[in-house]
C-alpha cells in the first residue's frame, strides 16, 4: 500500500518534470518556427492518446491555468499542450504572425536532433540507470536514425512518446525493485 | 495478437540482440504482420530475465546512444526450451489455417 502511493508520487513527480523538461527545451527554441510546429504536432499527438490523470497543480502561469482548466480538464497532458499553445501564441505574436506561414516552413527540413538530446539527457537524471541504458537509450538511436532519415517532424514525437514510456517503465521497475526487497 | 513473451523468445532463438533489433527482427519475421511497441519491449524482458529464460549483458557505450551501452539479451538453456514449446504449440495453433489439420 505504501510502496503504491509512493509509486504515485514518484509518477507524478516525473511527469511533472517532463513537462518542465520539455516546455524548456521548446522554450529555448522559440526562435525556430519548425520546432515549435513540430512540438505543437506532437503534443497534439501525445495527448490525443494519453488518458485521464492527475492535472499539473505546478504550473505557474495563470492564465495557462485558467485555459487548462476550462478547455482540457483531467489529461495529464493537457497542461503540457496548453502551455505549448501559450508559448507558440507568444512567439506567433513576437514573429507577426508568421510562425506558420511558408515563408518560414523550407520544403527541406534541417534535421537537429542534439537539442532532442538535450532533452533526454536532462530527463535521464531522474532515471534508474538500467531504464536509461536500456529504454531510453534505445528511443535515442532511434532518434538519430530518423533524424538521418530526415524524419525531423518524428523526433519531437519520438521524444515525448520516450518520456511517457520511460515514466511509466521506471515506476514498474522500481516497484518491482521494492517488491523485491521487500520479499528478502 | 502474438503474446509479446512468446514473440521475443522467438525472436531470440536465433541468437542474442538488443530491444530495437529485437523489433526489427520481429518485424522481418512476421513480414510486418507483427509490430512490437517499443516501450513494452524492454520490461517485458526484465521479466523474462527474472524468470531464468534470459541473461543479459552491456555492450560498449556507443556515440549514437548519447555514450550509452546496449544491453544485450540471449536465451538460457531454459528459455531455449520453452521457446521451443512455443514454436510447437504455434505450429499446431497455425496448422488449420494452413489447410494442414
Redesign the interface.
Known amino acids: 500500500m505504501q510502496d503504491d502511493a509512493a509509486a504515485r508520487r514518484w509518477r507524478d513527480t516525473l511527469l511533472v518534470k517532463a513537462q518542465e523538461v520539455v516546455l524548456e527545451a521548446i522554450r529555448a527554441d522559440n526562435e525556430s518556427a519548425d520546432v515549435m510546429r513540430s512540438a505543437e504536432r506532437a503534443l497534439r499527438m501525445a495527448g490525443a492518446v494519453v488518458g485521464p490523470g492527475r492535472r499539473n497543480e505546478r504550473a505557474n502561469d495563470q492564465e495557462t491555468t485558467a485555459r487548462q482548466a476550462s478547455t482540457h480538464p483531467g489529461g495529464v497532458l493537457e497542461p503540457l499542450r496548453a502551455n505549448v499553445e501559450a508559448v507558440v501564441d507568444d512567439a506567433e505574436a513576437s514573429e507577426g504572425g508568421s510562425l506558420y506561414s511558408s515563408q518560414v516552413h523550407s520544403s527541406k527540413p534541417r534535421v537537429e536532433p542534439a537539442r532532442a538530446?538535450r532533452a533526454?539527457?536532462r530527463w535521464?537524471a531522474l532515471l534508474p540507470q538500467?531504464?536509461?541504458?536500456?529504454?531510453?537509450?534505445?528511443?535515442?538511436?532511434?532518434i538519430?536514425r530518423r533524424a538521418a532519415e530526415g524524419q525531423r517532424w518524428l523526433i519531437w514525437v519520438r521524444v515525448v512518446?520516450a518520456i511517457?514510456?520511460?515514466a511509466?517503465?521506471s515506476v514498474?521497475?522500481v516497484r518491482?525493485a521494492l517488491g523485491k526487497a521487500t520479499v528478502r | 495478437m502474438l503474446d509479446t513473451r512468446i514473440a521475443l523468445l522467438q525472436a531470440l532463438i536465433s541468437g542474442e540482440s538488443y530491444g530495437l533489433e529485437i523489433i526489427e527482427r520481429v518485424k522481418s519475421l512476421t513480414k510486418g504482420r507483427v509490430l512490437m511497441m517499443q516501450g513494452r519491449v524492454y520490461p517485458v524482458l526484465r521479466e523474462l530475465e527474472s524468470e531464468g529464460l534470459l541473461e543479459s549483458f552491456d555492450g560498449d557505450p556507443l556515440p549514437e546512444r548519447g555514450g550509452r551501452p546496449r544491453k544485450y539479451y540471449r536465451l538460457t538453456a531454459e528459455g531455449r526450451r520453452v521457446a521451443r514449446q512455443d514454436a510447437a504449440a504455434i505450429v499446431g495453433l497455425l496448422k488449420p489455417g494452413l489447410g494442414m489439420a
Open positions: 538530446h533526454l539527457d535521464a538500467r531504464v536509461v541504458n536500456e529504454d531510453l537509450g534505445d528511443y535515442i538511436e532511434d538519430n512518446v511517457l514510456t520511460t511509466v517503465n514498474g521497475y518491482k
